[in-house]
């Protein structure tokens, strides 16, 4: 019985160490990951405020010759944010960037467009310059303000049209319609807004929320991080690695 007694105080003992062994190497491993991604935070606001404050001379000419088109995904909590989402227009009119689309999953940001426009100068709904004289002043800056009903509803009435177009009553055969058809219906239908070249999330979820996906067939999507901390250095940046990139496109 002594014997079993002493043999159970050891394996007790010797498990006790183990799990204190165990839980001290995760507050280690925890300790050195939280300093990496500190040091990791630092040097990202370290370089954004350089990027900001001028100080890097290669990002204080961008070529936007192939960012023709940018589109904003806001998170729906982040939407209503709009102080902020008109801070980042105003910082993409000052960088040079000429067409913006905004876009959250509910139409928040559609909803709030007159406020938003009211803030911004030199800004002008998008669909209005289409339908009437496209801008002249280099200074001016388009924006479409879109959300997921928008996507939605232009698709179906685009299969509607392509439906009425090639496919007669009481055929019935597979139609396979080609991307270009698929263009030229969203087009015929007033829904042929460009498509973006780069697209920015702003908001917790690494993905597009819903974005119209007929529109991001060859879009870069880069997640941004959470809208209230935004930072300018960071936008230019993304910017700027996207104007750096070849672009292919299958060729």
Same mark, same amino acid.
């Given at each position: !019985?002594?014997?079993?007694?002493?043999?159970?105080?050891?394996?007790?003992?010797?498990?006790?160490?183990?799990?204190?062994?165990?839980?001290?190497?995760?507050?280690?491993?925890?300790?050195?990951?939280?300093?990496?991604?500190?040091?990791?935070?630092?040097?990202?606001?370290?370089? $954004?405020?350089?990027?900001?404050?001028?100080?890097?001379?290669?990002?204080?000419?961008?070529?936007?010759?192939?960012?023709?088109?940018?589109?904003? #995904?806001?998170?729906?909590?982040?939407?209503?944010?709009?102080?902020?989402?008109?801070?980042?227009?105003?910082?993409?009119? $000052?960088?040079?960037?000429?067409?913006?689309?905004? /876009?959250?999953?509910?139409?928040?940001?559609?909803?709030? =467009?007159? #406020?938003?426009?009211?803030?911004? +100068?030199?800004?002008?709904?998008?669909?209005?310059?289409?339908?009437?004289?496209?801008?002249?002043?280099?200074?001016? !800056?388009?924006?479409?303000?879109? $959300?997921? +009903?928008?996507? @939605?509803?232009? #698709?179906?009435?685009?299969?509607?049209?392509?439906?009425?177009?090639?496919?007669?009553?009481?055929?019935?055969?597979?139609?396979?319609?080609?991307? $270009?058809?698929?263009?030229?219906?969203?087009?015929?239908?007033?829904?042929?807004?460009?498509?973006?070249?780069?697209?920015?999330? /702003?908001?917790?979820?690494?993905?597009?929320?819903?974005?119209?996906?007929? =529109?991001?067939?060859?879009?870069?999507?880069?997640?941004?991080?959470?809208?209230?901390?935004? @930072?300018?250095?960071?936008?230019?940046?993304?910017? =700027?690695?996207?104007?750096? #990139?070849?672009?292919?496109?299958?060729?």
């Amino acid at each position: !019985m002594d014997l079993g007694g002493e043999m159970l105080k050891g394996f007790c003992w010797t498990t006790q160490v183990g799990y204190l062994l165990v839980l001290l190497l995760w507050y280690i491993l925890h300790f050195i990951v939280s300093i990496w991604y500190l040091a990791l935070s630092t040097a990202q606001v370290l370089e $954004s405020y350089l990027i900001s404050s001028g100080l890097l001379k290669r990002y204080k000419a961008i070529n936007f010759d192939t960012l023709k088109y940018l589109a904003i #995904v806001v998170d729906n909590e982040e939407a209503h944010q709009i102080s902020k989402v008109t801070e980042l227009l105003q910082w993409l009119a $000052s960088a040079g960037v000429k067409n913006v689309c905004l /876009y959250d999953t509910e139409g928040l940001l559609k909803s709030s =467009r007159k #406020v938003i426009l009211e803030k911004l +100068s030199a800004a002008r709904v998008h669909a209005e310059v289409i339908a009437d004289v496209p801008l002249r002043n280099p200074k001016h !800056m388009t924006v479409e303000f879109a $959300s997921y +009903s928008d996507g @939605k509803e232009a #698709v179906a009435k685009a299969a509607n049209l392509l439906f009425a177009k090639y496919i007669s009553d009481g055929d019935q055969k597979d139609q396979i319609f080609t991307e $270009s058809q698929l263009t030229e219906a969203l087009k015929a239908i007033g829904c042929g807004s460009p498509d973006p070249d780069l697209l920015l999330v /702003y908001g917790p979820a690494r993905c597009h929320m819903g974005f119209s996906a007929c =529109r991001i067939r060859y879009t870069e999507i880069v997640h941004m991080g959470p809208l209230k901390s935004m @930072k300018h250095g960071s936008l230019i940046k993304a910017i =700027r690695k996207f104007t750096m #990139v070849r672009q292919n496109y299958g060729k």
